[in-house]
């Protein structure tokens, strides 16, 4: 059994910056694409950032500009580089990962983010 285990969550002043890291555990393969999706209160879970093994990206309008994902697929890791964090950045960040081969699709626990103003 494989899953993913993110760190690098916190609390942190608007304009901040935060990196958060996800790892996997277990025998998983053939992840792709991996990614991070944010939950709000009382809002649905959102696409925030994803990326192919082959790095290629695409981001949620809100974080363009702001939000750099980047993955090392020797040690099957993805990140999330958050700079000029704003309070509407506040939420549960979850990393996502699809293996390729059988769609079986894989989340984290989630990390919680907290930009104060």
């Known amino acids: 059994q494989g899953q993913l285990v993110e760190s690098g969550g916190g609390l942190v002043q608007a304009g901040g910056s935060l990196r958060l890291s996800c790892a996997t555990s277990?025998?998983?393969?053939?992840?792709?694409?991996m990614g991070w999706y944010r939950q709000a209160p009382g809002k649905q879970r959102e696409l925030v950032a994803r990326?192919?093994?082959?790095?290629?990206?695409n981001y949620s309008d809100s974080v363009k500009g702001r939000f750099t994902i980047s993955r090392d697929n020797a040690k099957n890791t993805v990140y999330l580089q958050m700079n000029s964090l704003k309070p509407e950045d506040t939420a549960v960040y979850y990393c996502?990962?699809?293996?390729?081969?059988?769609?079986?699709?894989?989340w984290g626990q989630g990390t919680q983010v907290t930009v104060s103003s």
């Open positions: 277990g025998s998983i393969f053939g992840l792709n694409p």
């Open positions: 990326i192919t093994r082959a790095g290629s990206t």
């Open positions: 996502n990962a699809v293996n390729y081969y059988t769609s079986k699709e894989y």
